[in-house]
């Protein structure tokens, strides 16, 4: 059984390697947070042609060794969640990591866009807000047209028009109140 498993992860990093252009170079990644040394991987990772990413046999070495499936990691300055699977989704930073799975649910971001994904890093709520809350009790805040504004070392999300979206990304309350209009709405 053991000399299967290890053929079984040879022809995996042999295929992972095949599918790796020779010209592209190789992005570091790092998996938050820092355990070990072996978090850090100088070779991790490469662009393909269509400019998805190809991870290298070490990258899931370490997933494995982390014993978390997805787990987070940066790659070229973009904080991800990283399956076995070898699937990765830019995912919204959140209190010094990656956002939190709420409900199943954590933030991801697409063209400065929120949606949300599930832990099997599928797309099931496509990111068309400009800021969304974690969900609580099967519904997110969203917001269309909000902005940042700093505050002390973090950011305020500030104006635009809210609502309420429940896990399928269909609208529950219409996104077309100010934020503290839709707080007295949702007050019990």
Do not use: Q
């Not at 830019?90 to 832990?119: C, Q, S």
């Amino acid at each position: 059984m053991r000399d299967v498993r290890g053929l079984l992860l040879f022809l995996a990093g042999a295929l992972a390697c095949a599918a790796v252009p020779a010209n592209d170079e190789w992005i570091e990644c790092t998996f938050f947070p820092v355990f070990e040394d072996r978090d850090v991987i100088p070779h991790c990772a490469r662009r393909d042609a269509g400019g998805g990413l190809v991870f290298a046999p070490t990258a899931f070495e370490v997933l494995a060794a982390r014993g978390e499936d997805p787990a987070p990691v940066t790659i070229a300055g973009t904080l991800y969640y990283l399956s076995a699977a070898g699937v990765a989704v830019p995912v919204l930073p959140f209190d010094n990591g990656a956002d939190y799975f709420v409900e199943g649910l954590a933030r991801t971001l697409r063209d400065g866009k929120v949606g949300f994904i599930d832990r099997e890093l599928n797309v099931v709520v496509p990111p068309r807000w400009d800021f969304a809350f974690p969900f609580e009790n099967g519904t997110a805040v969203v917001c269309d047209g909000c902005t940042f504004r700093p505050v002390g070392g973090h950011r305020e999300v500030v104006g635009g028009r809210w609502g309420v979206i429940d896990a399928r990304g269909d609208i529950v309350v219409p996104v077309v109140h100010t934020r503290e209009t839709l707080d007295t709405l949702r007050a019990p």
